[in-house]
């Protein structure tokens, strides 16, 4: 497959760094190893190298889930790719599947929920802060998803608009606020995901979830370890990211 205009690369310099690019016309992209004219890029193939102003070699890497989802612009904290795939997991997300997500935030898990569910599904992504949700739909139109994604400015104690959706998951300080109405728009066995940093919010989310009739409760926390290979001296890194949050999930029982 070759690369055209509008194609995504990711493009890794000969010092290890990543850039996600969108390859554009006359576009000339300024690194600290000279500048690259990403028309260079047109006709070859993911793999292949281009050149720097000063001859530096830049390899044309075909972009992961991963890398767009890391790569987004930050208003906020984001759902890194670790708790993002067991999310994805535990819901049992998958094409042609309908899940609300409240808050969107920087719209990096609106991008995994909408490769998840696409070419067929929808998520509905709502926030309260215009500036946010903005950017969040920013980001989601250059990951090339915009169409399976809708956009709503709403707090989540107002509820939401669609009923009988596959999952709701939420990623806000207060999920407790969001639980009855999630509730209500969940099919009968349906998922909920809730992502909190803390044990209070991890507490008062579970009880509400009892409260609001979920069943297979369970909470989580995904600890991942990069590990430096180096033969004979193989060891995992001094630092990691030692917390993001605990992830709470539940299944919605159908009350008569
Ligand atoms: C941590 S961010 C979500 C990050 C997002 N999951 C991502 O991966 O980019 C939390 C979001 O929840 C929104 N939020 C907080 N309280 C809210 C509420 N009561 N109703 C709706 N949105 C809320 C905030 O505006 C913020 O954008």
Same mark, same amino acid.
């Given at each position: 497959?070759?690369?055209?205009?509008?194609?995504?690369?990711?493009?890794?310099?000969?010092?290890?760094?990543?850039?996600?690019?969108?390859?554009?016309?006359?576009? @000339?992209?300024?690194?600290?190893?000279?500048?690259?004219?990403?028309?260079?890029? %047109?006709?070859?193939?993911?793999?292949?190298?281009?050149?720097?102003?000063?001859?530096?070699?830049?390899?044309?890497?075909?972009?992961?889930? +991963?890398?767009? %989802? /890391?790569?987004?612009?930050?208003?906020?904290?984001?759902?890194?790719?670790?708790?993002? #795939?067991?999310?994805?997991?535990?819901?049992?997300?998958?094409?042609? /599947?309908?899940?609300?997500?409240?808050?969107?935030?920087?719209?990096?898990?609106?991008?995994?929920?909408?490769?998840? @569910?696409?070419?067929?599904?929808?998520?509905?992504?709502?926030?309260?802060?215009?500036?946010?949700?903005?950017?969040?739909?920013?980001?989601?139109?250059? #990951?090339? &998803?915009?169409?399976?994604?809708?956009?709503?400015?709403?707090?989540?104690?107002?509820?939401?608009?669609?009923?009988? @959706?596959?999952? @709701?998951?939420?990623?806000?300080?207060?999920?407790?606020?969001?639980?009855?109405?999630?509730?209500?728009?969940?099919?009968?066995?349906?998922?909920?995901?809730?992502?909190?940093?803390?044990?209070?919010?991890?507490?008062?989310? %579970? +009880?509400?979830?009892?409260?609001?009739?979920?069943?297979?409760?369970?909470? %989580?926390?995904? &600890?991942?370890?990069?590990?430096?290979?180096?033969?004979?001296?193989?060891?995992?890194?001094?630092? /990691?990211?030692?917390?993001?949050?605990? &992830?709470?999930?539940?299944?919605?029982?159908?009350?008569?």
């Amino acid at each position: 497959m070759k690369i055209k205009l509008g194609d995504f690369v990711l493009l890794l310099s000969p010092d290890e760094k990543t850039f996600l690019l969108r390859i554009r016309e006359k576009r @000339v992209f300024g690194t600290h190893l000279g500048g690259i004219n990403l028309e260079d890029a %047109v006709g070859k193939k993911y793999g292949e190298v281009i050149y720097s102003s000063s001859g530096k070699p830049f390899i044309l890497l075909e972009p992961t889930l +991963e890398d767009r %989802v /890391m790569k987004v612009r930050r208003f906020t904290q984001i759902i890194y790719p670790k708790d993002a #795939a067991i999310i994805i997991f535990k819901t049992g997300l998958r094409d042609g /599947m309908r899940v609300i997500e409240c808050g969107a935030g920087s719209g990096a898990l609106t991008i995994a929920l909408a490769n998840a @569910v696409a070419p067929t599904g929808r998520v509905y992504a709502y926030d309260r802060d215009e500036k946010f949700l903005k950017n969040a739909k920013k980001n989601v139109e250059e #990951a090339g &998803l915009s169409e399976l994604v809708e956009f709503k400015l709403r707090e989540v104690s107002e509820g939401f608009d669609e009923e009988d @959706v596959d999952v @709701v998951i939420l990623d806000l300080p207060s999920p407790w606020e969001g639980i009855p109405a999630a509730s209500r728009a969940i099919r009968g066995g349906g998922r909920i995901a809730s992502i909190s940093p803390t044990y209070n919010q991890v507490e008062r989310t %579970v +009880e509400s979830l009892e409260e609001n009739g979920f069943v297979l409760i369970e909470t %989580v926390e995904v &600890l991942l370890r990069h590990i430096r290979v180096s033969t004979g001296k193989t060891r995992p890194f001094d630092r /990691m990211i030692g917390h993001t949050g605990f &992830l709470t999930f539940g299944r919605k029982k159908v009350t008569i």
